[in-house]
């Protein structure tokens, strides 16, 4: 499990990619790779290409990144879910919060 960022500040976008388990022991290094961000109207691109296993605190996780970047005028999109995660999206009506790109 891993989680690795880049931010372009001309585009403001950051790219978040999740690799492995997403779960609780994420929790601390997925927050630190957005919170410091003070622009405003950022797009937060979650990268799920490779995650293998999501659980609720996850959806948590996500739950609060689209809350910062709606409160700062910006947006959060899911990229590239794999079919198991994408099927856990869609039961917690995530489809219906987020863009979701495959």
Do not use: C, W
Not at 33 to 58: C, H
Not at 89 to 97: G, N
Request: proline share 1%; no cysteine.
């Amino acid at each position: 499990m891993s989680i690795k960022s880049n931010y372009d500040v001309e585009s403001k976008i950051l790219n978040i990619i999740v690799n492995g388990r997403f779960n609780i022991e994420l929790q601390k290094v997925f927050k630190q790779t957005y919170f410091d961000i003070k622009d405003k109207n950022i797009t937060f691109r979650v990268d799920l290409e490779f995650v293998d296993y999501m659980d609720s605190s996850a959806l948590g996780m996500l739950n609060l990144l689209r809350q910062h970047a709606e409160g700062n005028g910006g947006k959060a999109i899911l990229v590239k879910p794999k079919d198991l995660v994408l099927r856990i999206l869609k039961l917690a009506h995530f489809d219906s919060l987020f863009q979701i790109e495959s």
